[in-house]
């Protein structure tokens, strides 16, 4: 399986997803800017892979920092985690993984400044790892969900590449097949930024699973013909009832799927369920460039200066949601006592 990210002496190891499926390159940040900047750029995404990648980025700016006291050194570390929160305001991992380097700083602060480097440096290799082990048990959680033969529509990439190995969508999908599901999967192109057409299919591709790309405005259709028996998407930030945000597109499926009949299951770690907001009102929607929508391939697809609307989520209201799948178990309406029950369970070790 392809590593998206990793801890290296030399700095942080990416796959450039903005490359893929046509070339597979990897690149090296160097510094906590450069992390951040590949944040930002799409280099890296998917929102747990954001999240531990901001952890390696904080680790990286702290390790590398030219502070010659505990003060000083507090003073950087507080600049470079207010670089890295900056890059993108949907995906809570990104929150979640900085809140918990600082309060690693903190647990530690009155140690020696070496100590203060390795034991940051440690907690973002810890939290690859608790990564791997989420996604991992989700896909156990979320197998059974599956139907045993048939199609499966997915939106947006919530596999390897959005984490740190194995997914979260796709993890489920890839559990299932390995306990002897036959399943084809439906990717969505997910529009304008293709991670379905480019990352889902390639992935799946790999591991051998039948995978067939659609446009995002097929899906109504193949739902009515009888193609599609269940829908799982990622997340990157869940409100404490159970409203989703995830990438544009995925409200339309949603109520696609309840027109339908369909299951609309979400898979996700408890690092993206952020019981601190309500509902889905709360949280902020990032809006991205313009050029993402008005050209496609370096070439213009829509008229100089015509106004444009390219917000890179949509929430789903937690009626459309059959399931939420994450590492601690399954939550299933009435989510506001569900996911508070959840969050009362140990988390899955590494």
């Known amino acids: 399986m392809v590593k ?18 046509t070339e597979e390159v990897y690149v090296t940040c160097g510094t906590y800017q450069e992390v951040a900047d590949a944040i930002y750029t799409m280099i890296v995404r998917g929102a747990p892979a954001i999240g531990v990648a901001a952890a390696m980025g904080v680790a990286l700016g702290t390790r590398d920092a030219n502070a010659n006291s505990v003060s000083e050194l507090r003073t950087q570390f507080d600049q470079i985690c207010e670089t890295l929160a900056a890059t993108r305001p949907t995906a809570v ?57 048939g199609g499966v529509l997915t939106h947006c990439n919530a596999g390897a590449l959005a984490t740190c190995g194995y997914g979260t969508a796709l993890g489920v999908i890839r559990s299932a097949v390995a ?5 084809n999967v439906y990717a969505d192109e997910t529009r304008p930024f293709l991670q379905g057409s480019r990352l889902t299919a390639w992935e ?25 028996h269940a829908v799982i998407v990622g997340a990157d930030r869940i409100a ?6 995830n990438k ?16 609309f299951y979400v898979a996700a770690p408890w690092s993206t369920v952020d019981l601190a907001t309500p509902n ?35 929430v789903t209201p937690n009626k459309y949601v059959t399931a939420i799948i994450t590492e601690r178990g399954v939550a299933k309406p009435s989510y506001s006592e569900s996911l508070q029950e959840l969050g009362r369970k140990e988390p899955v070790p590494a």
């Not at 480097?117 to 969900?145: F, H, P, T, W």
């Not at 404490?240 to 945000?245: F, L, R, S, T």
């Not at 544009?248 to 299951?263: F, R």
């Open 4 to 21: 998206t990210l990793e801890w290296t002496d030399a700095g942080v190891r990416f796959i450039d997803q903005t490359k893929l499926p």
């Open 93 to 149: 991992n990104l929150f979640w993984a900085i809140r918990r380097m600082k309060n690693t700083f903190e647990s530690i602060s009155s140690q020696p400044m070496a100590s203060i480097r390795s034991a940051l440096i440690k907690e973002a290799q810890q939290m690859y790892l608790e990564d791997i082990a989420a996604c991992e048990a989700m896909g156990r959680n979320g197998a059974v969900l599956l139907p045993k033969t």
């Open 179 to 183: 306990q002897g599901s036959k399943i």
């Open 204 to 228: 799946l591709n790999q591991d051998g699973i039948p995978t067939t790309v659609i446009a995002d405005n097929m899906a109504g259709a193949m739902m009515k013909q009888g193609k599609i």
């Open 240 to 245: 404490a009832n159970g409203d989703v945000a």
């Open 248 to 263: 544009i597109g995925t409200y339309t499926v949603a109520i696609l799927a309840k027109e339908h009949g369909i299951p």
């Open 280 to 314: 889905g009102d709360h949280i902020v929607i990032e809006q991205r460039a313009s050029s993402e929508v008005t050209h496609f391939a370096g070439k213009q697809v829509a008229p100089t200066g015509i106004r444009v609307e390219n917000p890179a989520f949509d």
